[in-house]
């Protein structure tokens, strides 16, 4: 599987942003999804994930009700839409394909990332 993200930006705080991944194959629905991010100087961390039957998790409370995750199993794609978006967000944004087991995300394939700046 292929990953390529993509929808990142220069945006300010408070401002709305949605990031897509799309993935090539034929098995993409076979697949959990997942968006991590990196801030500068940070470990990469999970964010969010989307099982196959279509089940979310969130992983943060810093972002719970700001992000929601989504998958087109018709498009192979699955997309991050951020909302209310905070300083602190500033990342390079990654999405995986994988498993999405009840205590952590497995990554199997890893995208490219996409860079989310939010100013002040």
């Known amino acids: 599987v292929q990953l390529q993200a993509s929808g990142g930006g220069l945006v300010q705080a408070g401002d709305s942003l949605r990031l897509s991944c799309a993935a090539s194959?034929?098995?993409?629905?076979?697949?959990?999804m997942a968006w991590f991010r990196q801030a500068p100087g940070a470990e990469r961390e999970f964010v969010a994930d989307i099982s196959r039957s279509g089940f979310t998790r969130i992983s943060a409370d810093s972002v719970k009700g700001r992000f929601t995750i989504s998958r087109d199993n018709a498009k192979n794609t699955v997309h991050l839409q951020m909302s209310s978006l905070k300083v602190e967000d500033t990342a390079v944004y990654y999405c995986?394909?994988?498993?999405?087991?009840?205590?952590?995300?497995?990554?199997?394939?890893w995208g490219r990332g996409t860079l989310v700046t939010v100013s002040s």
């Open positions: 995986a394909a994988g498993k999405s087991l009840m205590s952590r995300f497995e990554v199997e394939y």
């Open positions: 194959g034929r098995t993409f629905s076979s697949y959990g």
